[in-house]
Nanobody, 130 residues
């Protein structure tokens, strides 16, 4: 079964840190680029970060640059999102998604852009208190 499973979401105070994990199975991990997206209550889903499967290059939305870091452990078929200096506005359900086409993930990082990606996880909730 093709799937992405997110974990690591929790309740944290502002200024704190969390690390999310996205475990992939059922497909060739190295053929897919992985991205993180989030959806806050009452808002549209937005792109957060993505990583190229081929080069390992990383890309971030402006709202998280300098605070979040995406990384990949190919031996574990897992992509991580390290989130530091969390703010209340980071509160959201965080999803990971995978697609063979990197440009689709990059487009997804732009505000208001479509996010037509092949595989999606079910999400993990991050709540940041002020």
């Amino acid at each position: 079964e093709v799937q992405l499973v997110e974990s690591g979401g929790s309740y944290v105070q502002a200024g704190g840190s969390l690390r999310l994990a996205c475990a992939a199975s059922g497909f060739t991990f190295g053929d897919y680029n992985i991205g993180w997206f989030r959806q806050a209550p009452g808002k549209e889903r937005e792109g957060v970060a993505c990583i190229s499967s081929r080069s390992g290059s990383t890309y971030y939305a402006d709202s998280v640059k300098g605070r979040f870091t995406i990384s990949s452990d190919n031996a574990k078929n897992t992509v991580y999102l390290q989130m530091n200096n969390l703010k209340p506005e980071d509160t959201a359900v965080y999803y990971c998604a995978a697609d063979p086409t990197l440009s689709l993930l990059l487009v997804g990082l732009l505000p208001g852009s479509p996010q037509s990606l092949e595989i999606w996880g079910q999400g993990t909730l991050v709540t940041v208190s002020s």
